[in-house]
């Protein structure tokens, strides 16, 4: 059919914060364990190497155009791999505070005898006799810098969360792009309006979900056979009064102000 063909042509679907969550999740689990198995560094560059070319090979040949998407979710993954970073921190010293996970410690004349290696300091573990001069070294060093990182994230996000706080109640947070250009709304061409739809798998366009009788099917952001697509229709419905589809959907409507024509009109959506 000409749908099937069309569907050669789109591209596979994908979402982009799949892929951000998965390299983040590599990311965790490597940094998280990088001190019992530092060749796990290594194991996550390759395979953050190996991810960057196939999607770069797969948005380019594969993937369906991704929707206009700005930099809002690269910049909260910053903040993901700086909570790894310090999750690396914490639990590295732990690690080597623990070492070797036993109650076994040796005095000079290497006699076993027994020693408390728990630490009840989770965050900022400290050195103690029974550690070598070595895991001295590394506790002390990791829980100076855990401390030093944990008192600058808490400045900071102390300072965000007030600045957030403080913007949100007396100034807000729209900010204007451009200049004026001196037209009208009403008398732009192509103006997408919100309609509920559905984006299914296998399917070239979206399912619409809502009454279409009372809107201007121009606003609909995609062209094809509108009425085979929506889910609110005597076929997929077919027992189902007009009021019920009413009370099942939501309501949407556009609305003529002011003489406006129906290929240029300001539109209204109300939903329930």
């Not at 892929?19 to 998280?32: A, E, H, I, P, Q």
């Not at 797969?58 to 155009?65: A, E, S, V």
Request: aromatic content about 16%; glycine content about 6%.
């Amino acid at each position: 059919t000409q749908e099937k063909m069309n569907s050669y042509f789109e591209g596979t679907a994908w979402n982009l914060a799949e892929r951000y969550t998965d390299m983040s999740k590599t990311l965790f689990v490597s940094l998280f364990y990088s001190s019992l198995l530092p060749a796990g560094v290594f194991i996550t560059a390759l395979s953050m190497v190996t991810s960057y070319w196939v999607d770069k090979y797969c948005l380019l040949r594969q993937w369906k155009t991704p929707p206009a998407l700005d930099d809002t979710l690269a910049t909260k993954n910053r903040g993901h791999i700086v909570f790894a970073v310090y999750v690396h921190l914490i639990m590295t010293a732990r690690f080597f505070a623990g070492w070797p996970f036993d109650y076994v410690c040796h005095d000079d004349d290497d006699v076993p005898y027994y020693c408390d290696r728990s630490d009840r300091a989770f965050f900022f573990p400290r050195s103690k006799d029974f550690m070598s001069s070595k895991q001295q070294t590394m506790v002390d060093v990791y829980g100076v810098t855990t401390l030093i990182m944990t008192i600058v994230l808490g400045v900071y996000y102390f300072y965000f969360v007030a600045r957030y706080s403080f913007r949100a109640l007396f100034i807000g947070f729209y900010d204007p792009v451009g200049e004026p250009q001196g037209i009208d709304y009403t008398s732009v061409d192509q103006i997408a309006a919100y309609v509920p739809q559905m984006h299914v798998a296998g399917l070239s366009k979206p399912l619409l979900c809502c009454d279409l009788s009372q809107i201007n099917r121009e606003h609909i952001d995609w062209t094809g056979d509108y009425d085979s697509y929506n889910v609110c229709s005597t076929h997929d419905l077919p027992n189902m009064t007009e009021e019920e589809k009413v009370s099942l959907f939501s309501p949407i409507k556009c609305y003529n102000f002011g003489g406006a024509t129906a290929e240029g009109v300001e539109l209204q959506v109300t939903e329930s």
